[in-house]
């Protein structure tokens, strides 16, 4: 009866029919098996296992956690160090905080009458966790007086306990005054998700030994990157252009980083191109695979291929390459995928290139058509050459 009162009571205070003191009674269980203390509200993700998704506004806001009402962008005045414990205890239980919450990035869109957009650079707004079910159950949570924990941008130190196990899909995003982040030492296993560290002020991170996989983007822009012996899997987009400098711990037995580039330990897989390295590439028999956005953004100007043939030009491969004029000695792919080539303005050579099954639509958005064959029985998408005029251009 007294749970049944409560959701009455919360659902009442939501529709503004009556006025109930929902601070009081945030502190009681509430639903999706959540629980709040000292500050924080937790979310029970496992036997035992939680994951810290609200922080009590008014506790946050008095300590410049995130921006102030009228949206203005903060500059905390001193260090604003956030700590994230390893356990906490509720109604005689201890929890063990094993995650950082999962925030959902946007997926891949493309519209011609409006817009064109990469989620795995352009992540977009992240919604809601994904077990708040819908915008009432949120509202329910925001009415107790709560914010996520990943629109605290005011944080610039984040200490995270070793009892992690996950660091959730954007969970770090946005924080743009972070500049220091503690891991331990190392973990027993732990992995990130995708667009973990999009948007903040990291300018170097150490990834702690014990880390299995990196997930699409995680790194966001970070420009000095160490990477653990125990790295098994990484997403793409990881290494990117805006990194300066790149370490791989001795030992890892999955990578291997030669001029600038990360590669597979065997030379198969390119996974991506760091601002290290040159302007002309030549790229490997060996090399089997580019990676979606491997180049993307980078200041490489011309590509010799080894290989004669490439399976395909994965979404994004060179995307924004502004500088890219020549690409030379690949003789057939079977496809260019989605914004392989957009925005290359001055590519115009591809050798004596095939094509031989298909060109992905916005292959070579903003970019001119450079001189290449296609065979008469692929096909060519609509817009793979040609941008639509946007409605409300000039």
Same mark, same amino acid.
């Given at each position: =009866?007294?749970?049944?009162?409560?959701?009455?009571?919360?659902?009442?205070?939501?529709? %503004?029919? #009556?006025?109930?003191?929902? !601070? &009081?009674?945030?502190?009681?269980?509430?639903?999706?098996?959540?629980?709040?203390?000292?500050?924080?509200?937790?979310?029970?993700?496992?036997?035992?296992?939680?994951?810290?998704?609200?922080?009590?506004?008014?506790?946050?806001?008095?300590?410049?956690?995130?921006?102030?009402?009228?949206?203005?962008?903060?500059?905390?005045?001193?260090?604003?160090?956030?700590?994230?414990?390893?356990?906490?205890? !509720?109604?005689?239980?201890?929890?063990?905080?094993?995650? =950082?919450?999962?925030?959902?990035?946007?997926?891949?869109?493309?519209?011609?009458?409006?817009?064109?957009?990469?989620?795995?650079?352009?992540?977009?707004?992240?919604?809601?966790?994904?077990?708040?079910?819908?915008? =009432?159950?949120? %509202?329910?949570?925001?009415?107790?007086? $709560? !914010?996520?924990?990943?629109?605290?941008?005011?944080?610039?130190?984040?200490?995270?306990? *070793?009892?992690?196990? !996950?660091?959730? *899909?954007?969970?770090?995003?946005?924080?743009?005054?972070?500049?220091?982040?503690?891991?331990? #030492?190392?973990?027993?296993?732990?992995? /990130?998700?995708?667009?973990?560290?999009?948007?903040?002020?990291? @300018?170097?991170?150490?990834?702690?030994?014990?880390?299995?996989?990196?997930?699409?983007?995680?790194?966001?822009?970070?420009?000095?990157?160490?990477?653990?012996?125990?790295?098994?899997?990484?997403?793409?987009?990881?290494?990117?252009? +805006?990194? *300066?400098?790149?370490?791989?711990?001795?030992? *890892?037995?999955?990578?291997?980083?030669?001029?600038?580039? =990360?590669?597979?330990?065997?030379?198969?897989?390119?996974? $991506?191109?760091?601002?290290?390295?040159?302007?002309?590439?030549?790229?490997?028999?060996?090399?089997?695979?580019?990676?979606?956005?491997?180049?993307?953004?980078?200041?490489?100007?011309?590509?010799?291929?080894?290989?004669?043939?490439?399976?395909?030009?994965?979404?994004? #491969? /060179?995307?924004?390459?502004?500088?890219?004029?020549?690409? +030379?000695?690949?003789?057939?792919?079977?496809?260019?995928?989605?914004? &392989?080539?957009?925005?290359?303005?001055?590519?115009?050579?591809?050798?004596?290139?095939?094509?031989?099954?298909?060109?992905?639509?916005?292959?070579?958005?903003?970019?001119?058509?450079?001189?290449?064959?296609?065979?008469?029985?692929?096909?060519?998408? @609509?817009?793979?050459?040609?941008?639509?005029?946007?409605?409300?251009?000039?």
């Amino acid at each position: =009866m007294k749970n049944k009162l409560f959701v009455v009571c919360l659902i009442l205070s939501f529709l %503004m029919i #009556t006025n109930i003191d929902v !601070h &009081a009674a945030k502190y009681s269980d509430i639903k999706n098996n959540c629980f709040w203390e000292d500050y924080v509200c937790y979310h029970i993700v496992g036997k035992n296992e939680v994951e810290p998704f609200l922080i009590d506004s008014e506790y946050g806001e008095s300590k410049e956690y995130w921006y102030p009402t009228n949206g203005e962008l903060i500059t905390p005045k001193e260090d604003v160090v956030l700590s994230i414990p390893s356990t906490v205890d !509720h109604n005689g239980i201890s929890y063990t905080i094993t995650r =950082m919450p999962d925030y959902k990035a946007s997926g891949v869109t493309f519209d011609p009458k409006y817009e064109i957009s990469i989620s795995i650079l352009d992540p977009g707004y992240y919604e809601e966790p994904s077990f708040i079910k819908n915008y =009432m159950d949120y %509202m329910t949570y925001s009415g107790l007086g $709560g !914010h996520p924990i990943n629109s605290l941008n005011g944080v610039t130190h984040l200490i995270l306990p *070793n009892t992690l196990e !996950h660091i959730g *899909n954007g969970s770090l995003a946005y924080y743009s005054n972070l500049k220091i982040i503690d891991f331990p #030492t190392n973990y027993e296993f732990i992995t /990130f998700g995708d667009n973990v560290f999009i948007e903040n002020s990291l @300018k170097k991170i150490v990834i702690p030994e014990g880390t299995y996989k990196l997930g699409t983007a995680s790194l966001g822009k970070i420009s000095e990157v160490s990477l653990p012996k125990s790295l098994k899997k990484i997403g793409d987009y990881v290494i990117n252009s +805006s990194m *300066n400098k790149i370490t791989l711990a001795k030992g *890892n037995r999955y990578f291997k980083i030669t001029n600038g580039i =990360m590669y597979s330990k065997d030379g198969g897989i390119l996974y $991506g191109v760091s601002a290290k390295a040159p302007s002309k590439i030549t790229i490997l028999k060996a090399v089997k695979e580019i990676r979606p956005c491997a180049f993307a953004y980078s200041k490489v100007k011309e590509i010799k291929f080894k290989g004669k043939y490439l399976n395909f030009i994965n979404k994004g #491969t /060179f995307l924004g390459c502004i500088n890219l004029t020549k690409i +030379s000695g690949l003789k057939e792919v079977k496809g260019i995928e989605y914004a &392989a080539f957009s925005g290359c303005p001055k590519l115009k050579s591809f050798s004596n290139l095939k094509v031989n099954d298909y060109i992905s639509i916005a292959a070579f958005w903003d970019s001119k058509k450079p001189k290449f064959k296609i065979d008469t029985t692929a096909t060519v998408k @609509k817009y793979a050459f040609k941008r639509p005029k946007i409605t409300g251009e000039d």
